[in-house]
């Protein structure tokens, strides 16, 4: 699979109806972008959402960020993704992750496992998996949503890489480091086109107050130096600063290639809007420009 540098990680697509968010995923290839990544959660399911997206269009890579281990078993999981590598040669990426306590118990009703090592029995459990139908000329690629040291070392050990999800660049540094020079880095970098710093702020801390009540991130950031303070409702300006890049599209694309120089090898652009459920045609179109022309 040839991954460029830059692609659109989205959630506004699952808020359209499916023709019109694969006339999205049309104009996002035609736009250049190497890749579409979409998240699970409660929103569509990911193989069917990915076989939607994947079937609209003929070049651009198609990546879940994340499917949930807690989804589906592991003979469920190989089996989709092996059905979709087939039939979409070099297109479908499979992102795993063990997702959040809250999410595995209260929304799906699991018992939420120690992260590394049930993500380490499920992969071994995929890679056992029988499957009796066509298989895909090439393995199928797979990266983990690792955060922490002993995630990102079993990324580069069992798959082809990590997507690091809601990080600062620092957090790129360390995980190039982390991984070693061979696998894939391929984080997620939140934008908001706005160069007022206090409207920015605002619309900036609609993003992070969410991801900032789920544990996996926040001791994640406690990791990289961040404070209580730092960490507490929607996050200091400083936090807010290093995890969404605001300001005007110089200011924001120099932010996205900032990964490129810490060492990932393509970064997923979320584009931060004041209506989550519009498609922020616009900003996609501006950062197309900027970005890869």
């Known amino acids: 699979m040839k ?72 003979l469920t999981m190989a ?8 039939a979409y040669p070099d ?21 939420y496992g120690k992260p590394v090592a049930t993500m380490r029995a499920y992969l071994e459990a995929m890679s056992n998996a029988p499957y009796q139908s066509v298989e ?3 393995k199928p690629p797979t990266v983990l949503a690792a955060l922490g040291p002993n995630m990102l070392k079993l990324a580069a050990e069992k798959t082809s890489g990590a997507h690091p999800y809601f990080v600062p660049v620092d957090h790129t540094r360390r995980a190039r480091a982390t991984l070693g020079p061979g696998a894939l880095l391929a984080p997620e970098q939140a934008v908001v086109l706005e160069a007022d710093p206090a409207k920015a702020r605002t619309i900036a801390r609609s993003h992070t107050q969410h991801y900032l009540r789920l544990p996996n991130y926040v001791n994640n950031l406690r990791r990289l130096g961040y404070t209580e303070e730092d960490v507490a409702g929607g996050g200091s300006d400083r936090l807010v600063d290093d995890v969404v890049a605001w300001g005007d599209l110089a200011l924001v694309a120099s932010r996205i290639r900032a990964h490129l120089r810490a060492g990932a090898d393509h970064v997923s652009v979320q584009v931060i809007a004041e209506d989550p459920r519009a498609l922020p045609m616009d900003a996609w179109r501006a950062l197309a420009e900027s970005l890869l022309t």
Request: cysteine-free; overall charge neutral.
């Open 91 to 111: 297109r479908f990426l499979l992102g795993l992750g063990v997702s959040h306590r809250p999410n595995v118990e209260q929304v799906r009703g699991h018992v």
């Open 3 to 74: 991954l460029g540098p830059f692609g659109i990680w989205t959630t506004a697509l699952d808020a359209q109806p499916a023709l019109k968010a694969q006339d999205a995923a049309r104009e996002l290839e035609r736009l250049g972008y190497a890749a579409i990544w979409f998240g699970e959660s409660v929103r569509r399911e990911a193989f069917s959402n990915a076989g939607l997206l994947l079937a609209a269009t003929s070049r651009i890579v198609v990546a879940t960020g994340i499917a949930s281990i807690y989804a589906r078993d592991a």
């Open 79 to 86: 089996a989709g993704q092996k059905t979709l590598a087939e």
């Open 136 to 138: 895909p000329a090439e």
